[in-house]
C-alpha cells in the first residue's frame, strides 16, 4: 500500500509542476495568438476605411503605407507564432495595432478633404464651364440680333 | 463682308469659343470607363532593372532583388505575397491551370496597394546550405539550413536539393505567388501570378 502512495505523490508533484510551469506558457500563447487576432481585425477595419477615403477620390498613399507597415508587422508576429515565440509575436501584434492608432479618423479626414475638394471641382469645372458657354451663347445670338439689326438699318438709310 | 458673312464668322466664333469653354465639362463625360482589370508582379535585378537577377548562388552569401507589384483593379487591393521554395521534385504554380503551388509558404507579407499605384520592396535573402558531394554525382545533394529573408531567418530544413544534369547545378526555385483578400469569402485567394528566380547553388 505504501509503493502507490508514494507514486501517487510524486505524479500529483510533476503534475504540479508541469501545471504551474505550463501556465504562463499557454498564458503567453493565448495573449499573443489574441493578439494576432487584434492586428488583424484592425487591418480590416483599416483597410475598409482607406478603400471609402479611395472611393471619396482621396490619394490615400500616406495610409497604404500606414497599411504596409502594420502588414509586415503582423507578417512578423505570425512567424514569431510559428516559431513558438510568443512574447515576440505578441509584442509585434501590438506594435501593429499602434501603427493604425488614429487610422481611422485620418482615412475620415482625407475623405472628407477630397469630397470637398471634388464639389469645388464640380463647381469651377462643370457649373462653371456651362454657365459660361450659356452666357457665351447668349453673347453670339446677341450679337447676331445687333448686326442684323444694324445691317438692316444700315440698308433702310 | 455681307451679313451673312458676319453671320458665319460670328457662329464659328461663338462655337470655338463655347467648345473651349466647355471642355473642362465634357472632359467629364467623355472620358472612357476602365474596362481592363488586372495586377501585376515582377522582379528586378540589384540595379532596379530586369537584368542581373541573382542566379548562381553562395552558401551564406547576401542577394537583393526589387520585387514590384502594381494595381489596376479599380480600388485598393490588399494583396499577400507568399515566399515558396523549392526543389525541382516539388509542386509549382502552373500557369496555364492558374493554380498555386500546393507547398506551404516559408513567409508570407501583406501589401496594400491603391488603384494605379505601384509598391516596390526590396528583398534580401541568403541560402545556408550544405554540399554533400559523393563520387557518384547523381547521388551528391544539396541540403538546406535556413534562408534568411529580409533579416527573418526561415527554416528551410527538409528541402534538399539533388543534381540536376540538366542543369548541370544544384538547383532551386525562389519564388513568390501573388494572393489577394476577397471581401466576399474574408479570406486570400491565389491572384493567378507569380514570379519566380532559378537558382543554383555552387560550391
Known amino acids: ?157 | 463682308m455681307n451679313l451673312q458673312g458676319y453671320k458665319a464668322l460670328l457662329l464659328v466664333v461663338t462655337a470655338v469659343l463655347a467648345l473651349l469653354v466647355a471642355s473642362p465639362a465634357l472632359e467629364r463625360f467623355l472620358v472612357y470607363p476602365q474596362t481592363e482589370f488586372f495586377s501585376a508582379m515582377w522582379l528586378l535585378g540589384p540595379e532596379g532593372q530586369a537584368e542581373n537577377l541573382p542566379s548562381n548562388l553562395k552558401s551564406g552569401a547576401s542577394y537583393n532583388v526589387y520585387l514590384g507589384i502594381e494595381n489596376q483593379l479599380g480600388s485598393c487591393a490588399y494583396y499577400s505575397v507568399q515566399v515558396k521554395f523549392r526543389n525541382l521534385t516539388q509542386s509549382a504554380p502552373d500557369p496555364f491551370n492558374r493554380t498555386a503551388s500546393s507547398l506551404p509558404p516559408l513567409y508570407s507579407f501583406t501589401s496594400f496597394v491603391a488603384d494605379k499605384e505601384t509598391l516596390t520592396l526590396t528583398l534580401t535573402f541568403s541560402f545556408d546550405y550544405t554540399y554533400i558531394l559523393n563520387p557518384n554525382s547523381s547521388l551528391s545533394k544539396v541540403t538546406f539550413d535556413d534562408l534568411m529573408f529580409n533579416g527573418l531567418p526561415l527554416n528551410l530544413r527538409g528541402y534538399p536539393t539533388a543534381w540536376d544534369a540538366e542543369r548541370n547545378g544544384f538547383t532551386g526555385n525562389l519564388f513568390f505567388e501573388l494572393w489577394i483578400y476577397n471581401d466576399t469569402t474574408g479570406g486570400f485567394q491565389y491572384h493567378q501570378r507569380y514570379t519566380s528566380l532559378q537558382l543554383n547553388m555552387t560550391v
Open chain 1, 1 to 157: 500500500m505504501r509503493i502507490p502512495y508514494k507514486i501517487a505523490v510524486v505524479t500529483a508533484t510533476l503534475l504540479l509542476i508541469s501545471v504551474s510551469v505550463a501556465q504562463p506558457v499557454l498564458a503567453n500563447q493565448t495573449d499573443a495568438a489574441a493578439a494576432i487576432d487584434s492586428a488583424k481585425d484592425n487591418i480590416l477595419g483599416a483597410y475598409d476605411a482607406a478603400k471609402e477615403a479611395e472611393s471619396a477620390g482621396a490619394n490615400i498613399t500616406v495610409l497604404t503605407s500606414k497599411l504596409n507597415n502594420a502588414g509586415l508587422l503582423l507578417s512578423q508576429a505570425e512567424l514569431a507564432y510559428a516559431k513558438n515565440d510568443f512574447e515576440g509575436a505578441l509584442s509585434l501584434a501590438t506594435q501593429s495595432q499602434t501603427v493604425l492608432n488614429g487610422f481611422a479618423s485620418e482615412a475620415d479626414a482625407l475623405g472628407l478633404s477630397a469630397l470637398q475638394q471634388q464639389n469645388q471641382d464640380f463647381l469651377i469645372n462643370v457649373v462653371g464651364s456651362i454657365s459660361a458657354t450659356l452666357v457665351i451663347l447668349i453673347a453670339g445670338f446677341v450679337a447676331c440680333i445687333y448686326l442684323k439689326r444694324k445691317y438692316e438699318t444700315s440698308e433702310a438709310t
